[in-house]
């Protein structure tokens, strides 16, 4: 089962941040947290990941809350490009690999 | 210069045909996966294969059988399907435990 919980759907103006949040509180102490988008069906998109500090990158930045049993994704500019179903996903090790445990996603919705 | 390719996109077939999806990477990554992606929109991951050697295997009928040739393909035969397999099917890749790649996926339908 999915580590994480999320809002089911969202929605944010173009050229506004889009703030997405996501919830898991059991993560685990060397559990990575990961964010992937999917835009209609086509296959999932890295975003960014973290593990304890917060990160940036040239598509979104990753907050992470001191006790990490949360984090926010930040679009800071949203365009309607960006609508899509985004996953926070929990890491999780699977013998000598590891597994991403997609959950039920956020859906946003980028308004003109 | 596709990174994770899929072939077929597209695959109608009948209730108890048997048929395989091919899926190749050219990042060079040592692990490949099978996800399946249901109705439901929900993700699952099916197998993961790193240097040629099975190191995930969920719960899956073991109609499906993944194989690997080499590290930069992971091809998925179903026998005998039925109409519960009808999903998207996407393969994805990594460097270890890095970040995955995924593919473009294959729609399954069976009739």
């Known amino acids: 089962d999915a580590k994480t919980t999320q809002p089911t759907s969202m929605d944010c103006a173009e050229g506004r941040a889009a703030n997405l949040p996501c919830n898991h509180s059991t993560i685990s102490g060397n559990e990575y947290v990961y964010w992937y988008r999917q835009i209609h069906s086509q296959g999932p998109q890295y975003i960014i990941h973290g593990l304890k500090n917060n990160e940036t990158n040239e598509m979104a930045s990753l907050i992470i809350t001191e006790d990490r049993k949360s984090s926010t994704l930040i679009l800071p500019h949203a365009t309607l490009r960006d609508t899509a179903v985004y996953y926070c996903?929990?890491?999780?090790?699977?013998?000598?690999?590891?597994?991403?445990?997609f959950g039920s996603g956020t859906r946003l919705l980028v308004r003109p | 210069d596709t990174a994770v390719s899929q072939t077929p996109k597209y695959l109608v077939t009948q209730m108890g045909n048997d048929k395989s999806i091919k899926c190749e990477q050219n990042?060079?990554?040592?692990?490949m996966y099978w996800y399946k992606q249901d109705s439901k929109k929900f993700l699952k991951i099916m197998f993961s294969y790193n240097n040629k050697e099975l190191i995930i295997n969920e719960t899956v009928p073991n109609r499906f059988s993944p194989k690997s040739p080499d590290k930069a393909h992971l091809n998925l035969h179903i026998n005998s399907l039925e109409l519960g397999d009808s999903a998207v099917y996407f393969c994805?890749?990594?460097?270890?435990?890095?970040?995955?790649?995924f593919g473009p996926g294959t729609r399954l339908t069976v009739l």
């Open positions: 996903i929990v890491r999780v090790a699977s013998d000598s690999s590891y597994k991403l445990i």
């Open positions: 990042l060079g990554h040592d692990t």
């Open positions: 994805a890749s990594s460097q270890t435990s890095g970040r995955q790649f």
